[in-house]
């Protein structure tokens, strides 16, 4: 499994139910977080290592109703 983080900014007052829908219709999302800053929302997810990234964040999580920008992190190690 492949983990990314993606920031998302938001239509003006919609960052709780951009995170709604993402939970609802996003099966490989994990947690979701609203943030201060640029960006309205930091979304966990984690995709099988044959998924394609920008495919997935442009296809899934960009088409979220009320996403307006998402900024990308691909994650490469977990230290503990």
């Known amino acids: 499994m492949r983990k990314i ?3 998302i900014k938001c239509d003006l007052g919609c960052a ?3 995170a709604a829908g993402m ?3 996003i099966e490989e999302l ?3 977080d609203s943030i201060s800053g640029q ?3 930091l979304a966990k997810f984690y995709l099988p290592n044959s998924c394609d990234v920008g495919r997935f ?3 899934k ?3 979220v109703e009320g996403v307006r920008d998402t900024f990308t992190m691909v ?3 977990a230290f503990t």
Do not use: G, K, R
Request: glycine content about 0%.
């Open 39 to 41: 960006f309205d929302l």
């Open 61 to 63: 999580v960009q088409t």
């Open 23 to 25: 939970i609802e219709s």
């Open 30 to 32: 994990s947690e979701v």
């Open 16 to 18: 709780y139910n951009v």
């Open 5 to 7: 983080y993606v920031m």
């Open 57 to 59: 964040v442009t296809e």
């Open 75 to 77: 994650a490469f190690n």
